[in-house]
């Protein structure tokens, strides 16, 4: 029973910040690649922010700077904080672990910037 359970977003101002956290069980998460990805609507699905096994890290050019990915594999958890948020950010944050052949989702959480 793989399980990927994001949480942390919300509706913030411009400027703001939020940090999400996805929590895993059922994979081995120490040997995956976590990742965030988000997707605004009519827009298609993007990598924000990838960390490999080895904590090597990538992030989508917009967000290079302000958001951050970080994992801590005794808690089985990836996070990813998010500095000076601007309204392009506004989207739902899905996690994504990926190892192999193996690819796994989370349900989303929403993370709103407006004033």
């Known amino acids: 029973q793989v399980q990927l359970v994001e949480s942390g977003g919300g509706l913030v101002q411009p400027g703001g910040s939020l940090r999400l956290s996805c929590a895993a069980s059922?994979?081995?998460?120490?040997?995956?690649?976590m990742a965030w990805y988000r997707q605004a609507p009519g827009k298609q699905r993007e990598l924000v922010a990838g960390i490999s096994s080895s904590d090597s890290t990538d992030y989508l050019d917009s967000v290079k700077g302000r958001f951050t990915i970080s994992r801590d594999n005794t808690k089985n958890t990836v996070y990813l904080q998010m500095n000076s948020l601007k309204p392009d950010d506004t989207a739902v944050y899905y996690c994504?672990?990926?190892?192999?052949?193996?690819?796994?989702w989370g349900r989303g959480t929403q993370v709103t910037v407006s004033s």
């Open positions: 994504n672990a990926y190892w192999a052949s193996l690819d796994f």
């Open positions: 059922g994979i081995s998460f120490s040997l995956y690649r």
